[in-house]
């Protein structure tokens, strides 16, 4: 299954799939069937996304998520 990210005109994220192996920033292990917005990104201007088979990323101008295969808790901020 895939992992699907879309960020909004407002720049919220918004992730929906393949979640079982937490990927998509919610905090647990579960597929969503529609898009749903990563609350812990909310207001935070994000710029650039990707994901792949082991990862997924969000840029802002001030911090760097990154959730890497088996991410199952809030997500990370790492100064760029």
Same mark, same amino acid.
């Given at each position: 299954?895939?992992?699907?990210?879309?960020?909004?005109?407002?720049?919220?994220?918004?992730?929906?799939? @393949?979640?079982?192996?937490?990927?998509?920033?919610?905090?647990?292990?579960?597929?969503?069937?529609?898009?749903?917005?990563? @609350?812990?990104?909310?207001?935070?201007?994000?710029?650039? +996304?990707?994901?792949? +088979?082991?990862?997924?990323?969000?840029?802002?101008?001030?911090?760097?998520?990154?959730?890497?295969?088996?991410?199952?808790?809030?997500?990370?901020?790492?100064?760029?």
């Amino acid at each position: 299954s895939d992992t699907i990210m879309s960020l909004s005109d407002r720049c919220d994220l918004y992730t929906w799939g @393949d979640g079982t192996t937490g990927m998509l920033g919610h905090g647990e292990n579960a597929e969503e069937n529609v898009p749903r917005v990563v @609350d812990a990104l909310q207001s935070k201007n994000i710029s650039t +996304v990707a994901c792949g +088979v082991n990862h997924t990323i969000a840029v802002t101008s001030i911090f760097l998520f990154v959730a890497i295969f088996n991410f199952t808790s809030a997500p990370s901020f790492l100064p760029e």
